[in-house]
């Protein structure tokens, strides 16, 4: 069946056709309609769950913790100061091997107060020990969110889906929607093998005393790796059932290009289209869509960029003094490699700060003067600033 739905009522569906057990989130712009659906599904009868209604978003994420530790399906959705209030929640969610599932509508971080579209929130948090997968169509939001669940139980570590504010949270698309049943042949019923049981008490929050701290951090990032391949898995059942299929990332035309553009999320689509205006000029340039940041698929990423010569790396975030995370992990994957492309690293779109086609034509041709000239210039490279920036 197909639905018009922007990218929050997407993601609520998501929950709804998961069949959560227990919600509980803070209304934050622009998430908010996630929450007003999901706690109208619960007082229409539509969706058999414990809605709660807490003060913040510590206490949210808080409680999704305590229902995922007693074996319910827990789901939660937040933005940019909001998951900052959950930022000492998600070490406690993801240490101890919790599956609780969010949603994330990537926002701007204050100051200054924005309420606007980048990814600096959930790269904020790319430490904390959540799989972290970016969509970039509302389509991706339903089903992302749908393996998500899945992924999150196998491997018993909490999956963040991210989508870009008001970018696709407040924008409308045509989406397939399965049907409950088709969905509840993908992803069964929860069934944790341990959890809190009144009848058979278990410390909660155990403390990590030097004798088992580091082995425990080792388990967990040992388990975090492996969420790539059972992604893999998961993602491979989900496109048997509904014909949609998904990988770790996305090459779009890259077929013998020279030079490549690296992004996550929405951009993609218009990076897609300045990729396609190359090619019609016969210029070999290509793109690759990142899907599964964390755990990062280091292995992926250097297969799909090695046989570049330049690469620009496009991101909506900037840890402050020094580059992206994304351009970061990128180039650390090529540490050791023999072969490896020039890394140009391109920040833009902060702030929901228009990225134009224009502005990507501009990168397209820095990146091309890097190739001839076998350096890159200035790292990184702000696109789109106002006026004349003095030092």
């Not at 399965?178 to 042949?185: C, F, G, K, N, R």
């Not at 088992?212 to 388990?223: I, L």
Request: proline share 4%; aromatic share 8%.
């Amino acid at each position: 069946m197909r639905r018009l739905l922007n990218g929050n009522e997407a993601a609520a569906l998501a929950a709804k056709l998961a069949r959560v057990q227990v919600v509980s989130a803070y209304p934050i712009t622009p998430q908010t309609v996630v929450v007003e659906t999901l706690a109208k599904y619960v007082a229409d009868g539509e969706l058999e769950a414990e809605f709660v209604k807490v003060e913040s978003e510590h206490s949210a994420l808080s409680v999704c913790l305590g229902a995922s530790a007693t074996g319910a399906r827990a789901f939660t959705a937040t933005s940019s100061q909001g998951l900052m209030l959950m930022s000492e929640i998600l070490y406690v969610v993801s240490g101890m091997r919790l599956p609780v599932v969010m949603a994330n509508a990537n926002r701007s971080l204050s100051a200054p107060l924005s309420i606007w579209n980048d990814q600096q929130d959930s790269l904020a948090v790319r430490d904390s020990g959540w799989i972290q997968l970016y969509c970039e169509s509302n389509q991706e939001i339903l089903d992302l969110l749908l393996q998500a669940f899945l992924l999150a139980e196998r491997v018993s570590l909490p999956a963040m889906v991210c989508y870009d504010g008001y970018i696709l949270s407040h924008t409308a698309e045509a989406v397939e929607v399965p049907e409950q049943a088709e969905v509840d042949a993908f992803l069964p019923p929860y069934s944790p093998s341990l959890k809190l049981d009144p009848d058979r008490p278990l410390t909660m929050g155990p403390v990590g005393v030097p004798e088992v701290y580091m082995e425990a951090r080792y388990m967990q990032h040992r388990d975090t790796r492996r969420a790539r391949e059972e992604f893999l898995r998961v993602a491979e059942e989900f496109g048997r059932r509904f014909g949609r299929r998904y990988g770790i990332l996305e090459e779009y035309r890259t077929e013998g290009a020279e030079l490549l553009l690296l992004t996550m999320g929405s951009l993609a689509s218009t990076a897609k289209e300045a990729v396609d205006r190359c090619r019609e000029r016969g210029e070999k340039v290509g793109l690759v869509k990142l899907t599964l940041y964390r755990p990062f698929p280091d292995g992926e990423v250097v297969e799909a960029l090695k046989r570049a010569k330049v690469v620009g790396v496009l991101e909506k975030d900037i840890s402050t003094g020094w580059m992206g995370a994304l351009y970061t992990d990128t180039v650390a994957a090529f540490a050791n490699e023999s072969r490896r492309p020039l890394f140009q690293n391109f920040i833009l779109g902060l702030g929901s700060r228009d990225v134009r086609l224009e502005d990507l034509e501009g990168i397209i041709g820095a990146l091309r003067k890097a190739a001839e000239e076998g350096k890159v210039g200035e790292n990184p490279r702000w696109v789109g600033l106002k006026g004349e920036m003095v030092e």
